[in-house]
Each structure stands twice: as structure tokens, then as C-alpha cells.
């Protein structure tokens, strides 16, 4: 059985396992939470690779729950926001959200999965909410200030990877970069403005990466030790 492991932007450490006797390539993420595949001894690992690459997101949900922390009172969330749970007497959990805070009113105690369950929802909104508001105006600033273009900013609940950019110039921001540091975010929106001119991550790409933001390689490796998820301890 021969191992072979790589690192993947988007998905992390893939561990790549051939086998004899398989006939067909296998998926799937170890109980620590890294993602493998399995395949024929006979295939290249380069089709491992693409395989999960292609299912990044499932990939990326899988890794997600395995390694979700319990959110707590007094978590910061985001730029601006801190999670307050308040004990209610009512049936069910409600949430509110204030520019400076997202209550969770809950008849059960913050750890039970039913009043996560409500955090974890409400935290969501908030993010997607602060991130409608920054991200298209940061990505705007830095557009204009390197000289780049694009068609479209969406913002979305991506948890395999932090942005994308289509071929028409597109770029896909995940709401919960609002939870990095802004040096990562602004990793992150140059990266996607380079993919309007590079689609690839040639040595053209890293040239220019490197022109607009010295040490670009060395911030990759900072932001992919996070993973787009909420975490309950402040990061910015």
C-alpha cells in the first residue's frame, strides 16, 4: 500500500492511499478531520487530487463538523458583534441581533445542541450581514488601487474555501472570512482579483501576487491554518 500526502489549497492535508484490488476511487475524511482517498494501484495520484478537488465543498462540510468548537457566551463574532446567551423560560430558543451584539434567549443551557443549534444559526446571519457591508468595498479599494477589474461580487456560505473567481470575472467571497484577521482577508480579496487575470497559480500569478503583497506565500500558509467555519475565540 503506498501513502502519499499533499497539501491542497481549500481542502488542506489529502492523504492519498493506493490500493490493490480497488477498481474505483474512494472518499472520505478521517475521524481527525483530513481528507483521503483512496484509489488503484495502477491510477496517478494527480486523479486523487482532482477527485477531491472536485468535491471540495462536501470535503469541506465533513471537516467542518469534525471540528466545530462549542460556541460560548461571550464569543466575539466577526468585526464588531459578541454572542450573550440569556436563560428564557419559553418553550423555544430565539435570537436577536444588535450592532454590537447577537443574543441567543434560550430555555436550555448554552451548551445543549439545541441552543448551538440556534447560535450557530443566528452567528451565521451576522456574518453574512457584516460581510455584505465590508467585503464588496474593501474589494472595490483594492481593485481600484492595483488596477483590476471584475464583474460581480457574491457573497456565500462557502466551507471549503474562502473565495472563488469564474471565468467572466465573478468573485465568490465566504461570509465567514469576516471571522480572519483583515491582512488574511485582504489575502484572500487580491488573491480572487488575480484569478480575473491569471487562471491558474503559475509563476506569472505568484510574480504579481507577490508585486502587491510582499510574503504572499508565507500569508497562504497563515490563512490556510484556518478553515471557513465559526470559531468562538476573536481572531482580529
Known amino acids: 500500500m503506498a501513502i502519499k500526502r499533499v497539501e491542497i489549497d481549500g481542502i488542506g492535508s489529502l492523504v492519498l492511499v493506493k490500493k490493490r484490488g480497488m477498481r474505483n476511487l474512494r472518499l472520505g475524511v478521517t ?13 496517478p495520484y494527480q486523479a486523487g487530487i482532482k477527485f477531491a478537488e472536485e468535491r ?18 461571550g464569543s ?6 459578541r454572542l450573550i446567551f440569556k436563560r428564557t423560560s419559553s418553550n423555544t430558543a430565539s435570537s436577536r ?16 445542541p439545541r441552543s448551538q443549534q440556534k447560535a450557530r444559526e ?6 453574512r450581514a457584516e460581510a455584505q457591508q465590508l467585503l464588496p468595498q474593501r ?11 471584475y464583474e460581480a461580487v457574491r457573497i456565500r456560505k462557502l466551507t471549503s474555501r474562502w473565495g472563488s473567481c469564474s ?3 465573478v468573485i465568490t467571497l465566504s461570509y465567514f472570512l469576516m471571522q480572519l484577521p483583515w491582512e488574511l482577508i485582504d489575502y484572500v480579496l487580491v488573491h480572487e482579483l488575480l484569478h480575473t487575470k491569471h487562471m491558474h497559480h503559475g509563476p506569472d500569478f505568484w510574480t504579481d501576487f507577490e508585486s502587491i503583497m510582499p510574503g504572499a506565500k ?3 500558509r497563515q490563512v490556510n491554518a484556518h478553515q471557513p467555519r465559526i470559531v468562538p475565540e476573536t481572531l482580529a
Open 218 to 220: 508565507k500569508i497562504r
Open 97 to 112: 441581533i444588535r450592532s454590537n451584539e447577537i443574543v441567543v434567549s434560550t430555555p436550555w443551557a448554552p451548551e445543549d
Open 139 to 149: 474589494l472595490a479599494q483594492l481593485a481600484a488601487k492595483h488596477g483590476y477589474s
Open 122 to 127: 443566528a452567528c451565521e446571519k451576522a456574518l
Open 31 to 43: 475521524p481527525k478531520g483530513e481528507a483521503r482517498v483512496s484509489l488503484p494501484i495502477w491510477a
Open 167 to 169: 471565468s467572466r470575472g
Open 56 to 73: 471540495a465543498d462536501w470535503i469541506g462540510e465533513q471537516i467542518n463538523k469534525r471540528r466545530s468548537s462549542p460556541l460560548v457566551d
Open 76 to 81: 466575539h463574532i466577526g468585526k464588531s458583534r
